[in-house]
């Protein structure tokens, strides 16, 4: 079952990266938010493993219960201009790594989908 939060946090391991449209038509990402998305910080590279992805969501241990977790689908390149002028501040990351990194930091109800206000692709969990 796909979430629907009224409010969504905004954690990311990108320093000054330019925060992405929230999923789910929530207007803006808000501070106190009652869920939270994750936006994954790819470093210079161009490929995000696992074990990368597993280190950026936060455990579901240190949530409370039932919070739900959302892993966007773009991760933030460091770049240099010309790299984000020609659009490559942004390295895409599989659905599938995405969701087995939640599993593997204890979220449950794993899933994924399109969300239609973004046309992103997420991955969510909630805490258990």
């Known amino acids: 079952m796909r ?11 990108g320093p000054g990266s330019q925060p992405p449209r929230p999923p789910f038509g929530v207007r ?6 009652e869920a939270i998305g994750v936006l994954l910080d790819a470093g210079r590279g161009d490929r ?5 992805v597993i ?3 936060p455990s ?4 409370p219960s039932r919070t739900p977790m959302v892993v966007l689908d773009a991760a933030v390149r460091r770049a240099g201009a010309l790299r984000r002028l020609f659009g ?11 969701c087995t990194a939640l599993i593997a930091r204890g ?16 991955a969510w969990g909630w805490s258990p």
């Open 60 to 63: 579901a241990s240190s949530l």
């Open 88 to 98: 490559g501040g942004t390295v895409r990351v599989a659905r599938a790594t995405r």
């Open 3 to 13: 979430p629907l939060p009224a409010t969504l946090r905004l954690a990311t391991a």
């Open 28 to 33: 803006e990402w808000s501070a106190e938010g």
């Open 107 to 122: 979220y449950v109800d794993v899933g994924g989908g399109i969300d239609e206000p973004t046309g992103s692709d997420l």
């Open 55 to 57: 280190d950026q969501v």
């Open 48 to 52: 995000l493993d696992l074990r990368q």
